[in-house]
């Protein structure tokens, strides 16, 4: 069993084997006369036990072997030419089965090598799609944050100055000032736990893009002292999350450009 199936077989082991089948065989043939089924089963074992070339040899002289007791024992022409035309087919019959054997072991072995390289290339395939979801989701958290915590962030910074340099002249004015940047930090609070939730924006929760609007609006108006006008106009639309969250952020970015650079009084939504 190891000659025949261990992969890891040293090269004499299966010559061995078949060397120790000659004896049997050439015994067989001679006592019974029954070897002609015999090979067809040994004749696959010497593709199994040696390579190729060798076992073709083997085939050869195992085959040879009823040809060798006919003539040794001299049953008559007859006997002979049975032995001879035995030997021929079943050399054949062998032939072709083995090399129809080995086809099959080559093309499984193909098969496997090719199974191996396909579950290679969908394993590298998905780390690269893994890499680009990464790399996809650090754009959209970098988009998010630039839009909504930057700019809240630049919001509370510039009340809290505005605090400091009405504290001594205007108390009044400084302590609004500072409510209003703890609005916005409490607000961009809330913008923090949406993102990291990966929920939509706060400002959205419980109600529609007009209504964040409104509050922008309002925020803005309070916040930078900028009039800011919304105007809806038309029936009211449903639409996707993923559809307001683009144009609040749009929003929210355009009233941003104009508080650092328009020295606009007014700005219309």
Known sequence: R??????????WLGAAYLAGLLPLLAVTEAFAGSDTFILLALG???FMAVSYRRAIAAVGVLNAVPLGVALARDHGEAAVA???AIAVLGTAFCVAFGTWIIKIID?????????????ATRAELAEVSREAG?????????????????????????LVQAAEAAMASDPAAARQHLALASAAARENLAEARGMVAGLAPASLDGGGLD???RRLAAQTTAEVGIEADLQIRGPRRELATGAQ?????VCQEALSNVRKHAAAHRAQI
């Not at 190891?2 to 090269?11: C, G, I, K, N």
């Not at 093309?107 to 579950?119: F, T």
């Not at 969250?245 to 952020?249: A, D, E, P, S």
């Open 82 to 84: 049975q032995a001879i």
């Open 2 to 11: 190891r000659a025949l199936y261990a992969s890891d077989q040293p090269r």
């Open 107 to 119: 093309q499984s072995a193909e098969r496997a090598e090719l199974i191996a390289q396909l579950e």
């Open 211 to 213: 209504d964040a609007l």
């Open 44 to 46: 696959p074992q010497c």
């Open 245 to 249: 969250v683009v144009l609040l952020r």
């Open 134 to 158: 990464i790399l996809a989701e650090r754009d959209r958290l970098a988009s998010e944050i630039h839009d909504t915590i930057a700019q809240g962030f630049s919001s509370i910074v510039m």
